[in-house]
């Protein structure tokens, strides 16, 4: 240990008053984290795969009818800007869910498991601050997969079928750009939807110190919710089921866009991840951290 | 002792004050009505057998675990109330180190500092690095946490309790898996920590250590502190014995009995006692006034490890 000059008051300055900028830095660590785990870049590779397959398949085949969501897949020989229409469409019910349930599983089980929460928490990040930075971390891998996904899928599909005016679901032929904004905007509602997700796993990741019990957790949920939508008997409760909105994002290839299931989805989805969120920090914020 | 009346003590303010502080986990009671008082600039050396409370008590210290009962003060401010405020002026080493694996020393201490909200972005790069140089790590800063040897992970959680200037240290077993010179290193940096006027809890099982470094002790048993003060109280708040080296035995037991001396007992070779209130320099003089020869006489004060034991038993399980 060297007699490194001690900290003392004629040094620059090591404090200063929280602002908004300490939340981005903290965010940015975040992200630096989740982004820079090997785990987590195979991931989006594996979500970037499915894109790229579907478009060869499609190249090389004659297209047949899709499963429960929209169907994308006999349109995308007409404009290659439905292959990441038919990708986002094949990796909303298991793919996406799944990245964001790794990512929000992790957030707070992964650090207590490891024993790095007790040192955040000393630092100290503060309880609420922590999660919700862990939040914001979560929505912005949930933006990054659908984008992945969305933006592989479109280079794919220009590049295998071409571009050009783009006959929408409703029979209306709209522009290549129009199409562009309807795409971003799926993307944006899928984005909503699966940080709802990510809020619950967020609270299930405050009840224990495993991530990847978290995550299996948050898997069975979403599948749970996916299997009981499929029950007609139970329609009374589709309405108030996270991912029976999730396929709604059809209604944004409308002419025009038909905005009831999308609000409807929006709104449940806000309910979905305040809940949860609350559920969090009124979980966490009074926890005893013995990890 | 502390004089536990008056929290103000003549010092003027204790950084760690608790009143009845107890937890209580389901059944089991971990931590029971202790009454912390660490005063300002102490060197404090909190021991205890494992399983004793310690750690529970410091998790509480440091607001990761609520208390079932009692207060905590840190640094004037009750926890866990403005626990932000207080936690930003205290570093601390809590039951060994805990970093990311995959991410260097230098990357885990910038995670950290970004971590908190009021450390300053610009100044975060030469902090971490005078961090890690005062605790040796510099040359092995851009290695990945998980190549780390113990003590080097040892050194990395200490680096993290000195990132930001501390009023305050709460070191949890800050020597654990050291080498002897990171041992004595530790023991150095404690007190040029000390010397520059924090107030240091450091929390150890090595009690030769602790007598060297710390000036006030507490001493956990079965979650409750047995006995706080200075080390000189802790000492002298104990019985001295005597030792004569000599070869007549039965004479020498009689002449310490006849003195007041307690608990005499004889070897072949030398006679021991408790010596109690006798003044100790009478002893030589009256041996010899009673012809016996004195080959060897000392006066025996205990060690820290004695006081140790004989207010936590000598037991070797943990206690439940």
Redesign the interface.
Known sequence: ??A?????AS????????SP???L??L??EL??IF???RNITGIAVLAVVPIVLAIAVKVSSPTGGGGGPDFLSAITGNGLFVAFAALTLEIPIFLPLAVAVVAGDSVAGEAN???L?????????RT??LLVKFAAIVISALVATLVVAGVGTVMGLSLFGGGPMTLLSGTQTSMADGMGRLLLTCLYLTVQLSALGAIGLFISTLTEQPIGATVAVVLVNVMMFVLDQISQLAWLHPWLLTHWWTAFGNLLRDPIATEDITRGLLTAAVYAGVFWLAAWARFS?K???S | MLDQDDPSGGTGTWPVLTRGLTKQFRQQTAVNAVDLAVPAGAVYGFLGPNGSGKTTTI?ML?????PTAGSIEMLGMPMPER??EA??R?G?L???P??????SGRANL??????????????SA??ID?AL????L?AAATKRYRAYSLGMRQRL?IA?A????RDLLILDEPTNGLDPQGTR?VR??VG?LAA?GATVLVSSHLLAEVEQMCSHVGVMFEGRLVSQGTMADLASGTTKTVRVDTDRIEDAVRVLTSLGLTEVTGTPTQVSGVLGDVEAAKIVPELVHADVPVLGFTVQSPSLEDVFVSLTGEGFDVSG
């Open positions: 240990m060297s490194a000059e001690v900290l003392d040094a620059p300055p090591a404090r200063t008053t929280a900028l300490g939340w830095r903290f940015r660590s630096g984290i820079g785990r090997r490891i024993g790095t007790r040192y955040l928490l000393t630092i100290p990040a503060g601050r922590l009074g005893d951290v013995t | 998790r440091l607001g990761l675990v609520r626990s932000s936690l930003r205290i601390a809590v039951e060994g805990a970093f990311h694996p995959y991410l910038a995670r950290l500092d970004a971590a908190d909200g009021h450390s300053d972005p610009r100044t030469r902090r005078a140089d005062r605790v040796g510099l959680a993290n000195l990132l930001m200037p290193e150095h940096l040029d520059d």
